[in-house]
């Protein structure tokens, strides 16, 4: 591994100091009436902020803004003067898992009858045809650097090569760690080796990981040091060759998000030529709960599929945790969706994720060991046991009730413990969110960005959104789906024929890209069944059911 990066500029030495905030003070980030010019402070406000006997902590350049302590009257007063005062005291960024595991089964039983086990195997986490063509094989992401502004990174066999360092901003530590796994596993979402077990790369396996720590073992932070993580990525990108943020947190969207720091640093990321790529929150399936970034129109915000743990696309449909626009600013989004259900990457060791994974292992093995027996012993079983492994009293009563009732209870409760799959060497696991669909896109990003470094971030995102492909429910909308599941083949292929600043898809020169490949691949045409493989069937219609509530159904314009 490369020697450890530490901050440079405002952000020192890497130690940023939390709250440090006086009696009756809190700390926050102060930016100045109408700043939108973007590295462009214009007229200093400090002496402004100093006459309101405001001590400035910290200058946050990047959007001409400034951390300090304020008191409750300072914050109205400086309020009243038009500036924007936002809280930096210490938040969870980190978007919630998509299911409790403590909470499992809180007692709220689904009676509804579950007929067939559906349990998550550990599995690539992208099998479909389109992942894997001899464009996405020769792009690996090679020459790109993917900044992930997350956890931290543990210095994993599948990344230890290509991982540049990590700049700490929490405690100031010089070399790479991740305390919670979270950062870990986005990584290698976007950029794993398969060195252990080679299922499970990334689309680019080949680019360069730059860790950016502003959030700690509990998944919490603090705005401005988000702020100065991208700061760092904007000053430094030229050296490090970093062309692409990824960012699988987030926090409550505004109204007016022009005036959201984070928003702010992002645009400024996107005008410096870096794509920003964001994850559209877990907060699925009601409308308006993207979170920002994602609500920003200069990221690239992803939302998450289920692919029903199959390579076949025509039972591919939304994750119902993955946030659905519109934003409330009425933007819609997300831009696009990746698979992000049970995705297998690498594990930090000694991590709150390890822990819950062998936790719901074991509890697995349990159920299915009790599911096992004739109903007349199952009932013959102490209540205190089920109630021990985390059972509900009303989940033990089902189980007792009837070989039906515990038919159906059991096949649910696999089904739920299933969801963390550990791989047998304890080297990966499978976790579910659009914090894994995010950097799966981010990968795809430095596939592009390698095949065509002359690529803007507008670009990226024409092409992305252009070449997705729907999703087979035709009820899905573009605030469920965005333009569709990202294509990376397509998107590929396009990136190679993009020249100049307009993105025109150059069908004759498709065609020759297409028919070289194929001579490459031994005259496979792409799109065509590998052999031994059925050819791919159109999904049957549905039958008609109420609307997504992602639908765009209100005529929002992006």
């Known amino acids: ?51 309101f006997g405001v001590t400035i902590k910290e200058e946050l350049g990047v959007i001409g803004g400034y951390v300090a302590d304020l008191s409750d009257k300072q914050v109205k007063e400086l309020e009243k003067k038009g500036y924007t005062v936002v809280s930096d005291e210490q938040d969870r960024f980190l978007p919630p898992i998509p299911f409790d595991p403590s909470d499992f089964d ?49 210095p994993h066999p599948d990344l230890q090569d290509r ?25 290698g979402d976007a950029a794993a080796a398969g060195l252990i077990d080679e299922r499970f790369k990334g689309p680019a396996p080949d680019a360069k990981i730059l860790s950016l720590k502003v959030l700690g073992a509990d998944g919490s932070g603090s705005t401005s040091n988000i702020i100065k993580a991208i700061q760092f990525a904007i000053e430094n990108k030229d050296r490090m060759g970093i062309r692409v943020i990824n960012m699988s947190l987030g926090h409550t969207a505004r109204k007016d998000y ?24 877990n907060e699925g399936p009601g409308r308006k709960t993207i979170a920002a970034p994602g609500d920003s129109p200069y990221a690239l915000t992803v939302g998450a599929a289920d692919d029903n743990n199959t390579a076949d696309p025509s039972d591919d449909t939304m994750a119902d945790f993955s946030s659905r626009g519109p934003t409330p600013a009425g933007l819609q989004k997300p831009d696009l969706v990746a698979p992000g259900v049970s995705i297998m990457a690498p ?54 009730e009837s070989d039906e009732s515990a038919d159906t209870q059991f096949n649910r409760l696999l089904n739920a413990t299933s969801r963390l799959p550990l791989e047998s060497t304890g080297a990966y696991i499978g976790l579910p969110g659009t914090s894994m669909a995010s950097p799966i896109v981010a990968g795809v990003v430095a596939q592009m960005l390698e095949a065509n470094p002359d690529l803007t971030p507008d670009q990226v995102k024409e092409i992305l ?81 109420p609307e997504d509530p992602g639908k765009d159904s209100e005529n929002i314009a992006a």
């Open 465 to 545: 959104t252009s070449t997705a492909d729907k999703l087979p429910d035709k009820r899905l909308g573009a605030n469920s789906q965005g333009a569709g599941m990202v294509d990376p083949s397509e998107a590929l292929m396009v990136s190679l024929t993009t020249h100049g600043e307009r993105v025109e898809v150059d069908q004759e020169a498709l065609l020759r890209k297409a028919i070289e490949e194929a001579m490459a691949a031994g005259g496979v045409v792409l799109g065509e069944p590998k052999e031994g493989e059925a050819p791919e069937a159109p999904p049957e219609g549905a039958a008609p059911a």
């Open 1 to 51: 591994m490369n020697k450890p990066v530490r901050p440079t500029g405002a952000a020192g030495t890497g130690r940023v100091e939390l709250n440090a905030a006086g009696a009756g003070k809190s700390a926050y980030i102060v930016m100045p009436p109408k700043q939108n010019k973007l590295f462009k402070s214009g007229v200093s406000h400090t002496q402004e902020i100093k006459d």
């Open 163 to 187: 991982l540049l360092g990590q700049v700490d901003f929490v405690s100031g530590r010089t070399i790479p760690y991740d305390d919670n796994g979270h950062g870990t596993h986005v990584a």
């Open 106 to 154: 809180s007692g709220e039983v689904d009676t509804t009858e579950v007929k067939e086990v559906k349990q998550y195997q550990e599995r690539p986490e992208m099998t479909a045809a389109r992942f894997d063509t001899n464009l996405t094989r020769r792009f690996t992401g090679k020459g790109v650097t993917i900044a992930v502004i997350d956890t931290g990174v543990h």
């Open 258 to 281: 022009e005036n959201d720091p984070v928003d702010q640093a992002v645009q400024a990321a996107h005008e410096a030529g870096i794509v920003v790529v964001a994850a559209a929150g």
């Open 347 to 400: 594990m930090a060791p000694m991590t709150s994720k390890e822990a819950m994974a062998q936790q719901f292992k074991m509890m697995h093995e349990s159920i299915k060991y009790y599911a096992s027996m004739d109903h007349e012993e199952l009932k013959n079983v102490p209540a205190e046991t089920f109630m021990l492994m985390g059972l509900s009293p009303d989940t033990v009563m089902k189980l007792k």
